[in-house]
């Protein structure tokens, strides 16, 4: 610091000591002292109005990235700069200069593991599309270029760009995967829903993935392909046995509870797996998002005990919306009353603006499942108007549920209301188009709407079950 406040180094040179700070300082040998040091550093570098970032490298800009982002929130200020440094829109969002992929890997990364203000997702995205057909990506920057995206995404809103920068990243590999690499890929594949997740995850090798962050992260990945049978039935009985092999008590609850949902998604049904399961679950004392996530994957495979059903009822009060929605759907899905626990229904009153439209159709079939209590019939038309408010947002199987719970609880006028949104119906499958006739004859509904489900019901009677 008294070196740059005397000769005032120039940004290639106060990156550099940026880096070997961090790099010195992140391994415990620094103790309190280092902390101070490398987050004062940070904060002076922040601040410095003299030290330009307009000619800086993209070399030097993802070095810098890098040691803001390992020191965390101290590093936040001075990431901010060097993001908004990095970017210029034409107008879309781009990098500016010549940035590698192993620039962009750090870059990305950094940005995406601090939250930062400024939107940088969609200039990643648009450096991977913009690069030549023939680019060969090394495994490791493609890694976490496409973890990086898939965190940006969600932030940004920018899903449709992250999938196909992800896409192209997939068919862009060189060289042998490592599992991490392995993970990641799998991981942020799943989370953007790229097209490609099913065949690359054909090729996995399951069993060179011996840490769990690696199993969890691939199992929660193969969700995304539960519709695709093949895929998941070869890919399921694979992790489960290796997670079995480095045993689950090694799991910590985040990854026990992926690891379970992978398993949930893809009905996977096994003795030893599920009994273990149950165990290790029993013996531990969960955290709210990890037990609302493992009771619902048990309750799917019909495994919830009844303790753990009472506790995710009974601590509704440390659940987040959509562990709530979770939690009210399970136990409906097992005819056990969530509702009826003291505490709950004032928990999902506390939520209801921040409830997403799926965990507000949940609430709403969960209720109708159950039996609605006396004096609570207005906080049920409340959660139905919410839902069916946000009819636009809901996806095909979600909207022949509301409509469900609509018809189950006699709302004539509220169905109307949401029948006015169904537009897509090509979006729909045999069981839902099913639904949605059996819905709209309970209730007595006829008009143009019905008479499109009518048709579209009796071309799909082939691909119907009995039921």
Request: net charge negative.
């Amino acid at each position: 610091l008294s070196l740059h406040a005397e000769q005032a180094l120039d940004l290639a040179e106060l990156c550099g000591l940026l880096v070997a700070l961090v790099s010195l300082f992140t391994d415990g040998r620094g103790g309190r002292s280092g902390q101070a040091l490398r987050s004062h550093c940070l904060w002076r570098f922040s601040f410095d109005d003299a030290l330009s970032l307009t000619d800086a490298s993209a070399r030097e800009l993802a070095n810098a990235a890098w040691a803001c982002a390992k020191v965390t929130t101290a590093g936040l200020p001075c990431l901010e700069r060097i993001a908004t440094a990095s970017l210029e829109m034409d107008p879309r969002p781009k990098f500016k200069g010549s940035f590698t992929a192993v620039d962009v890997a750090q870059l990305c990364w950094s940005l995406a593991s601090l939250t930062v203000e400024v939107p940088w997702c969609r200039a990643a995205a648009r450096w991977v599309t913009d690069q030549p057909a023939t680019t060969a990506f090394p495994a490791q920057s493609v890694s976490t270029v496409a973890w990086a995206l898939a965190r940006g995404a969600a932030r940004e809103g920018a899903k449709s760009e992250a999938a196909a920068a992800v896409e192209l990243l997939l068919q862009g590999l060189e060289g042998d995967l490592e599992p991490r690499h392995w993970s990641n890929l799998s991981w942020a594949a799943a989370k953007v829903n790229a097209a490609s997740l099913s065949p690359f995850l054909w090729h996995l090798p399951v069993e060179q993935l011996k840490q769990p962050q690696h199993l969890a992260n691939v199992a929660w990945a193969t969700a995304a392909t539960a519709e695709i049978s093949e895929t998941a039935d070869r890919l399921m009985p694979r992790i489960a046995s290796q997670a079995l092999q480095l045993g689950l008590h090694v799991f910590q609850d985040e990854e026990l509870a992926g690891l379970l949902y992978g398993a949930a998604s893809n009905h996977f049904v096994e003795e030893r797996f599920l009994t273990e399961a149950q165990q290790e679950v029993a013996s531990r004392c969960l955290g709210g998002v990890e037990l609302a996530g493992i009771f619902w994957s048990l309750s799917v495979l019909s495994s919830a005990s009844e303790p753990l059903r009472w506790e995710a009822a009974n601590r509704a009060v440390e659940l987040s919306p959509q562990g709530l929605a979770n939690v009210a759907w399970a136990c409906a899905l097992q005819a056990w009353d969530a509702w009826a626990t003291a505490g709950f229904l004032a928990a999902v009153k506390s939520h209801l603006k921040d409830f997403s439209p799926q965990g507000l159709v949940n609430l709403a079939w969960s209720w109708t499942e159950m039996e609605v209590h006396p004096g609570e019939e207005g906080a049920l038309r409340k959660i139905l108007l919410m839902a069916v408010e946000r009819a636009e947002e809901l996806k095909a199987m979600e909207f022949s549920s509301l409509l469900c719970s609509l018809a189950k609880s006699r709302r004539a006028e509220e169905a109307a209301a949401l029948l006015r949104h169904l537009q897509r119906l090509e979006e729909f499958d045999a069981r839902q188009v099913a639904n949605c006739s059996w819905a709209l004859a309970l209730l007595q509904l006829k008009g143009a709407v019905a008479k499109r489900l009518a048709a579209a019901a009796v071309e799909r009677m082939s691909e119907c079950s009995a039921q």
